[in-house]
Structures are given as structure tokens and as C-alpha cells.
T-cell receptor
């Protein structure tokens, strides 16, 4: 089966610009998660979708971040406007049931 | 989720067994022990999980103490490609999120 796919793999944008990250989960996985690691810090949870519904968005840092999962398939994470502290690696993961997650390779976001 | 404690780093010679410890003394009865690893520049990778019995799969073995307050991940024949940060995580079976700590940086050397 195809794994979790994330686009783009790298993105460099200027402060104040908008960036949209995309995640394609494993087909049939109802659960989709976003995590991120900022430089020198631990991997942190951002939010969790069950199908198209946001199950838990307690980790979203502020209202500059907007996540969507239309139709319960792929998901997008938009950062608008981007700030320097948003730089880091954004990971998407999917799962079905309580099994282990499958993570994507991540999107490395650099805000300059 | 219960908190876990892991050594910050470990070394292992290639071909030898790597034994990575984890303390989770506040684990609840319905919490499982999960292990993930992150190889440089890749996303975290699921390795194994267990509740109270020892588990083995193609990647590793998981030994959980009888009181469930600690566990050990065993890579029976470590290779250079096993160099990674290994995370021990406890969580309730189901849809709850993963809480990553600092993990153990395992360096496998020739």
C-alpha cells in the first residue's frame, strides 16, 4: 500500500506570506494527524481529524493555522500569515483503529 | 498520557543487540507502551507496541516488566541503519494522540 504522502517536501517563504501544506493519508484511514517539530524542540501534536471532522485541535498554536480535510480524504494545513517561529518540520500521519501511526516524510518549512 | 523517561543517548556495536530502556512508572491499566523511531530527515516510524505481554515482530522485541512500570526495546542485531532517535510512548488504545518526549539517540557503530 502507498504510504502517507506530503507535499511539498520543502518550502521557503517570506514572513507574512501564506503557505499551504498537503497530506495524502493511506487510503481508507479515517484518522489523520498533524504534528510539527520546531528547531531544537520535541515533536508536538497539532490536530486530529476523524474523517472530515476535527476531533482534537488543542495543539494548534494560534488562529494563523487552518487545517481542512474536505471529503475525509487528503488534508491541507495553511499558515497565514507565516511568522519566523513557524519554521520547522510538519509531519502528517494516518491510522485506522488503534494501531500504530504511519507518518509521512514531512514538509520542512523555512520562514525568512 | 503517562510520562516516560529514557536515557538521552546510547551506543551499540553493529551486529550486537541494542537494548533501549524506558521507565513509565505512572502508566495506567489501559495504557499501552508504543515505540517509534525517527531516522534523520524522515518521519517517525512505528516499531512495536504492547500492553503487558512481551511482543516480537520483524523489527524488534518489546519486554514489559510484570508491574508494567518499565520496558525494554530490543533490536537483536543492530545495523548502521538502526541509528535513530527512539521514542517510548504510552497511550490509551484508540484514537488518542502521541506525546513525544526527547527519546534516546541510538548510535550504531561499525
Amino acid at each position: 500500500e502507498a504510504g502517507v504522502t506530503q507535499f511539498p517536501s520543502h518550502s521557503v517563504i517570506e514572513k507574512g506570506q501564506t503557505v499551504t501544506l498537503r497530506c495524502d493519508p493511506i487510503s481508507g484511514h479515517d484518522n489523520l494527524y498533524w504534528y510539527r517539530r520546531v528547531m531544537g524542540k520535541e515533536i508536538k501534536f497539532l490536530l486530529h481529524f476523524v474523517k472530515e471532522s476535527k476531533q482534537d485541535e488543542s495543539g494548534m498554536p494560534n488562529n494563523r493555522f487552518l487545517a481542512e480535510r474536505t471529503g475525509g480524504t487528503y488534508s491541507t494545513l495553511k499558515v497565514q500569515p507565516a511568522e519566523l517561529e513557524d519554521s520547522g518540520v510538519y509531519f502528517c500521519a494516518s491510522s485506522q483503529g488503534g494501531r500504530g501511526y504511519t507518518f509521512g516524510s514531512g514538509t520542512r518549512l523555512t520562514v525568512v | 498520557d503517562a510520562k516516560t523517561t529514557q536515557p538521552p543517548s546510547m551506543d551499540c556495536a553493529e551486529g550486537r543487540a541494542a537494548n533501549l530502556p524506558c521507565n513509565h512508572s505512572t502508566i495506567s491499566g489501559n495504557e499501552y507502551v508504543y515505540w517509534y523511531r525517527q531516522i534523520h530527515s524522515q518521519g517517525p516510524q512505528y516499531i512495536i507496541h504492547g500492553l503487558k505481554n512481551n511482543e516480537t515482530n520483524e523489527m524488534a522485541s518489546l519486554i514489559i516488566t510484570e508491574d508494567r512500570k518499565s520496558s525494554t526495546l530490543i533490536l537483536p542485531h543492530a545495523t548502521l541503519r538502526d541509528t535513530a532517535v527512539y521514542y517510548c510512548i504510552v497511550r490509551v488504545w484508540g484514537y488518542s494522540t502521541l506525546t513525544f518526549g526527547k527519546g534516546t539517540m541510538l548510535l550504531v557503530s561499525p
